[in-house]
């Protein structure tokens, strides 16, 4: 069994900034890859960003030069810095990770929401 700890969302305003944090532990071995995808209401889930092990990020343009993700020093940690938010980045974020011999396993999502 895995298990995710998510934490950091909440309520901002426009221009605000985020650090979500997400550790998974239990049941899961050798992490290739981690990174947050986010579900606005109406929408589908898309990728924000994600980074593997040896470091390697990869963002979702909308969100380039405003985003950084970063592994901790543990692997089974990962990070979303967020800066200059909008209200366009509203959304539940979920955390995820690749197992490098299993299927992906989820988090179970930290609302943001950036409004006046």
């Known amino acids: 069994q895995v298990q995710f700890v998510e934490s950091g969302g909440g309520l901002v305003q426009p221009g605000g900034s985020l650090r979500l944090s997400c550790a998974a532990s239990?049941?899961?071995?050798?992490?290739?890859?981690m990174g947050w995808y986010r579900q606005a209401p109406g929408k589908q889930r898309e990728l924000v960003a994600s980074?593997?092990?040896?470091?390697?990020?990869n963002y979702q343009d909308s969100v380039k030069d405003r985003f950084t993700i970063s592994r901790g020093n543990a692997e089974n940690t990962v990070y979303l810095q967020m800066e200059s938010l909008k209200p366009g980045d509203t959304a539940v974020y979920f955390c995820?990770?690749?197992?490098?011999?299993?299927?992906?396993?989820w988090g179970q999502g930290t609302q943001v929401t950036v409004s006046t």
């Open positions: 995820y990770a690749d197992p490098s011999t299993s299927y992906r396993r």
């Open positions: 239990g049941s899961i071995f050798s992490i290739a890859a």
């Open positions: 980074i593997t092990s040896g470091g390697w990020a």
